[in-house]
């Protein structure tokens, strides 16, 4: 994997690339940039196709690593690294692949370079959802931090008492400030169904299935939900023909 950094304070430089040479062995810098200008000067003379990922810090001492997305189509993956979370919305916008509060966790540079590579791979392969490039990118907290989700991440939508929660597939639930409504209309219908009311799923959160009273269908999800779910009779025959590959509203 090759990289490249752009980070103005030295230490923060050295202790990021300490940690992928730990995560990868055989991790290859590129080029370490140390403010705006050397970095316009390297993007207006090098080929972006030599990097797998670029690490852009955000508040350089000349200006903002924004503004490079103002003058530089990036086809590579972009990871931010800041001490600030005010600039998520703004890392969302130029289409981040991830967003790194500093100081960084190792564990949290991993997931991010992973999940990078995962979208990069299925990229190649073709097999990302048909909306997922407009409607790929979430803000959500966690405490007092933001961190940006993507489909990939989520297993399902769940609505409890007005509130919209996303679960990621490891079972942590992160409120957000849109509703399941809003939800169904973003989302790769393919591969996510509204089940109830309640609740959005993946697919693959699906566990198993057990014909239930009325011609209903109970579900079982992964991670779990403390809680019954059950699909109406009313809509169990379009679920059905969903698992089948039918998507709702073309049958």
């Not at 050295?14 to 970095?39: C, D, F, Q, W, Y």
């Not at 030599?50 to 972009?78: H, M, R, Y």
């Not at 907290?141 to 991440?153: F, R, W």
């Not at 089940?195 to 009273?213: C, E, G, P, T």
């Amino acid at each position: 994997m090759r990289v490249i950094i752009l980070e103005d304070e030295k230490l923060a430089s050295t202790r990021l690339i300490r940690m992928l040479k730990e995560l990868n062995p055989g991790i290859e810098v590129l080029a370490t940039l140390n403010n705006l200008e050397e970095a316009e000067q390297y993007f207006g003379h090098t080929k972006q196709e030599q990097a797998d990922i670029f690490f852009f810090d955000i508040q350089l001492g000349d200006g903002t690593s924004f503004e490079l997305f103002d003058k530089f189509k990036f086809d590579c993956p972009v990871i931010f690294t800041t001490a600030y979370d005010q600039f998520a919305l703004q890392a969302i916008k130029v289409r981040a692949s991830d967003y790194l509060l500093k100081p960084i966790k190792i564990e949290e540079l991993d997931h991010a370079i992973k999940h990078v590579l995962e979208l990069a791979t299925q990229k190649e392969e073709g097999s990302v959802d048909r909306q997922d490039v407009r409607n790929s990118r979430f803000l959500v907290k966690m405490g007092k931090s933001l961190k940006i989700l993507t489909l990939e991440d989520i297993a399902y939508f769940y609505s409890d008492q007005k509130i919209t929660l996303i679960f990621n597939w490891a079972g942590r639930k992160f409120p957000i400030d849109l509703s399941l409504n809003r939800f169904e209309e973003m989302l790769p219908p393919e591969t996510y169904f509204r089940l109830n009311r309640r609740l959005i799923v993946h697919l693959k959160a699906i566990d198993d299935m057990q014909v239930y009273s009325k011609s209903r269908i109970k579900i079982n999800l992964k991670p779990s939900l403390d809680e019954e779910i059950l699909v109406s009779t009313e809509k169990a025959g379009s679920f059905k023909r969903w698992l089948g590959g039918v998507i709702p509203g073309m049958e």
